[in-house]
């Protein structure tokens, strides 16, 4: 089973910048593709970005492409979501994903991640 734990949400003036950073438990991390997503209130959890095992591949919603960027550290379990430039309508709370291993089919819907966090809010203020 596969423990994914956020952190690094917060309150920020728009224009600003966040890191966010999921840790993973588990030996399967470094085989498993890894996503973010995020959900505002009243509406339906969307994809953020995704990476693939290697991290040689990455994919991102167009809205976030340029502005955000997705990495991964498999000595150390966790994957990154660095946000810039961040605007109201960022305002969600964010959760990351974990696949199966060497899944990458579906990596950017929520289709293709059976683990899942209890997420990180961030709220951006104008």
């Known amino acids: 089973q596969v423990q994914l734990a956020e952190s690094g949400g917060g309150l920020m003036q728009a224009g600003g910048s966040l890191r966010l950073s999921c840790v993973a438990s588990?030996?399967?991390?470094?085989?498993?593709?890894m996503g973010w997503f995020r959900q505002a209130p009243g509406k339906e959890r969307a994809f953020v970005a995704a990476?693939?095992?290697?991290?040689?591949?990455?994919y991102y919603a167009d809205s976030m492409k340029g502005r955000f960027t997705i990495s991964r550290d498999n000595a150390k379990n966790t994957v990154y979501l660095q946000m810039n430039s961040l605007t109201p309508e960022d305002t969600a709370v964010y959760y990351c994903?974990?696949?199966?291993?060497?899944?990458?089919?579906?990596?950017?819907?929520?289709?293709?991640?059976?683990?899942w966090g209890q997420g990180t809010t961030v709220t951006v203020s104008s």
């Open positions: 588990g030996s399967t991390f470094a085989s498993s593709a």
């Open positions: 990476i693939r095992w290697s991290g040689g591949n990455t």
């Open positions: 994903a974990a696949s199966t291993p060497y899944n990458f089919l579906g990596i950017t819907s929520t289709r293709g991640y059976p683990y």
